[in-house]
């Protein structure tokens, strides 16, 4: 059985979940929808509630549900359900189960393997956070791709040669921008720029605040103070925010509400406008940034393609219109563009010749802290600037301070800017034994960025060829002991191993890990007849055994089968 590797989008509102199938790329459903919402609970009974389930009681039990805790992502930080902790990653990991579980429900195979998206501007904390819950979930995480990425993916896969298309995804948490082009079968990432603290919740947040300050002038007690009120005013108003988008009105009636006392709201579309234009304008900052930093004129540009479901706000169209002179469109839904680019791309990393050659870049800048000017001022010395084609390989050479000196630190710091300010610390180390020079001795460091994110740091003394390498990993990844230690914290919440459906039994589980081994070897055509005949006749018996549910007979040919694979494997 071939070994899927999916596309995931974990959205701060809304998850989805994607294969290629028949060369093509389709959306898994879950719970019969398309999209899950990224919403996790615990019931009043101690159970846990993942997607719908869980934003079904976001409004009667606000202490027990989260939700957009994808801007929590990479924080040290801890929720509350209940009585108990998580981290983000570990609430992620909740939502990653639910799709793996969906997926394997659906495909009726054990799913393995992932590629999840994140915000282009995502840094090396909230990547490895993304990563992390990934893990956590049961996946092999192949790659983490930045979503304004796998939107062009999915949209350049069939698009003619050397279009120039600026990709605009305003999400619900997040916003990013791409420049990208395709040309010779090659999608080629020219620039990102964004903002990870912007998106959909803080027009929700608006109007949400609104919302209540009307209430209370009406008469009644501010409903914002309660966590319940609060929770049912957030939904009304996402709802508000959604039907705006299609109609010039939108009236909110609410029977008791909150003390007794009834909410009702008309909004008009042009209100609400004017009351996200700030949010708006800046997400115009990050395009003309963006094509900045490509050296591209808004006059060159094909196309500009709208990603997101906040993306679909008539004034976004506007003023994209207005300020770069290119209507935009919604090409493909912008729900789904994201996890549908990642799933061609995860076709694309399991051997899928006709999934196209993806280049994508590093949105931030890579360096090193270092003495520098005339007072020798501690200063961030960029080696691998951000919008870099990857993999990238770049070495600058730096000098020691001191007569004499012994050892050299090397402070490895990643961000958006030219400062150390701006730039966060993400690893560092040592590099001991030096010969005994005086000052201006030659070091060489050599960042070396592959597609994962993972950066190599060498520094190599020049004069004795002296050199330390540490591996650093900029897209977020975890040691295997870190990871059986939050599965053993998390206790019964720890997402299984992967089974073959949602609903499987343990005899399921087996059957279908048992099936996966045995069709892997007789692909291969090696296996001689006579054991081909009797893995066949094993797993008819093991079919026959499952749905007599005879357990009996199904152990007995489940462990006959067993025993051949181990020896042929060997």
């Known amino acids: 059985m071939q070994d899927i590797i999916v596309g995931i989008d974990l959205g701060t509102t809304n998850s989805a979940i994607a294969c290629v199938r028949d060369g093509r790329p389709v959306i898994l459903r879950v719970d019969g929808s398309p999209t899950m919402p ?7 009974e101690g159970k846990l509630l993942v997607g719908r389930e869980a934003l079904s009681q976001f409004t009667v039990y606000p202490e027990r549900t989260v939700r957009s805790i994808k801007r929590r992502m990479g924080l040290d930080f ?21 799709l793996k579980r969906a997926a394997e429900a659906e495909l009726g195979q ?38 304004p990425t796998a939107a062009a993916v999915a949209y350049g896969s069939n698009r003619k040669e050397g279009e120039k298309v600026l990709v605009y995804d305003l999400g619900g ?40 300050r009307a209430f209370v002038e009406a008469g009644g007690v501010d409903p914002l103070a309660d966590a319940v009120a609060r929770n049912r005013l957030t939904l009304l108003m996402e709802r508000t925010k959604i039907t705006l988008s299609s109609e010039p009105f939108a009236r909110v009636e609410e029977a008791f509400f909150h003390e007794g006392k009834n909410l009702l709201i008309e909004l008009a579309r042009q209100e609400y ?78 051997g899928d010749s006709g999934a196209g050659i993806l280049v994508d870049i590093t949105p931030y800048n890579l360096g090193i802290e270092a003495l520098q000017g005339p007072f020798s001022t501690l200063e961030f010395a960029t080696i691998i600037p951000r919008n870099t084609p990857l993999p990238a390989s770049h070495a600058e050479l730096f000098d020691t301070v001191h007569d004499d000196q012994e050892e050299v630190r090397i402070s490895v710091r990643q961000g958006p800017g030219e400062t150390l300010e701006e730039n966060h610390l993400i ?27 993972m950066l190599e740091v060498t520094a190599i003394e020049k004069r004795t060829g002296l050199s330390k390498s540490v591996t ?99």
């Open 38 to 44: 990224s919403c996790v609970g615990l019931s009043p």
């Open 78 to 98: 801890e929720v509350l359900l209940g009585e108990r902790r998580f981290r983000p990653e570990e609430i992620s990991s909740f939502i990653l189960g639910k």
């Open 110 to 147: 054990p799913v393995r393997r992932a590629v999840i998206t994140v915000p282009a501007y995502f840094d090396e904390n909230q990547r490895r956070a993304t990563r992390r819950a990934g893990e956590l979930a049961g996946f092999t995480v192949e790659r983490i791709l930045n979503e």
């Open 173 to 212: 948490g997040t916003f990013d921008a791409s420049l990208v082009v395709s040309e010779g079968g090659v999608i080629e990432v020219r620039s990102s720029h964004g903002d990870t603290e912007l998106g959909g919740d803080d027009f929700d947040e608006m109007l949400v605040r609104r919302a209540g």
């Open 273 to 350: 406008e004017e009351e996200i234009h700030a949010f708006l304008e800046k997400t115009i900052g990050c395009c003309a940034q963006c094509l900045h930093d490509a050296s591209m004129r808004a006059t060159e540009l094909d196309r500009i393609l709208l990603v997101g479901g906040s993306s679909r706000t008539p004034l976004v169209r506007t003023l994209i219109a207005e300020r770069f002179g290119c209507e935009p469109r919604h090409e493909i839904d912008p729900d789904l563009i994201v996890a549908l680019g990642a799933a061609l791309q995860a076709a694309a990393i399991g």
């Open 427 to 453: 690893g560092a180390f040592l590099v001991e034994g030096l010969s005994k020079g005086p000052a201006g001795s030659p070091i060489v460091v050599r960042f070396q960025l592959n597609l994962n994110g």
């Open 472 to 570: 650093l990993d900029t897209a977020g990844g975890t040691t295997v002991e870190g990871i059986d230690a939050a599965r053993e914290r998390l206790g019964e919440w720890a997402v299984e191993s992967p089974v073959a459906t949602g609903n499987a039994t343990p005899n399921t589980r087996t059957a279908a890990t048992l099936r996966e081994r045995a069709k892997g070897l007789l692909a291969i055509g090696e296996v001689e007849s006579e054991d081909r005949s009797e893995i066949e006749e094993l797993l008819a018996r093991m079919g026959t055994a499952l749905k007599a549910e005879d357990n009996d007979a199904f152990e007995e040919a489940s462990n006959e089968l067993e025993d051949i694979l181990f020896y042929l494997e060997e």
